[in-house]
């Protein structure tokens, strides 16, 4: 399907790989269907999690598991059901990203990942309990 987007023009996706937030996300409860643009890519520690309902809305996305070291996820016996997990290799974590001008900013929210059951184009973003887990964790913390 041809996906028109405000960031990369128009773009051809596999309708099937669309994953499917039945929730939304935290914000934009409205918008279900979303396409991860650039993750098999290799190469980039960045991707992108494309809205197919709204062209303008996309998020920076990266694993945190690379950004943070010990990164845990602690996923509730709900969300494990919510999402259809039967198998953990066919799950991805995902961080949203904020890149501002100034990249030396540039920071990932470790509090609340995005998971996404691969198998059954599910996702979710999960706010973990963990409070030492930031919401602005800044990558270039020695600069």
Known sequence: MKLKTTHFGIIDV????????PEGLPGFENVKKYALIGHDAGGSPFFWLQSADNPELCFVVTDPFLVYDNYGVDVSDD???FLQI??????????????????????VNLKAPILINTGKKLGKQVIQKD??????????QND
Request: proline share 5%; hydrophobic share 40%; charged share 35%.
């Open 86 to 107: 039967t198998n953990a290799n066919k799950v991805i974590t995902l961080a949203i990203t904020v890149i501002p001008e100034d990249v030396k900013k540039t920071r």
């Open 14 to 21: 596999n309708e099937e790989e669309l994953i499917d937030f």
């Open 79 to 81: 969300d494990v059901k």
């Open 131 to 140: 409070d030492t887990l930031p919401i602005r964790y800044f990558l270039f």
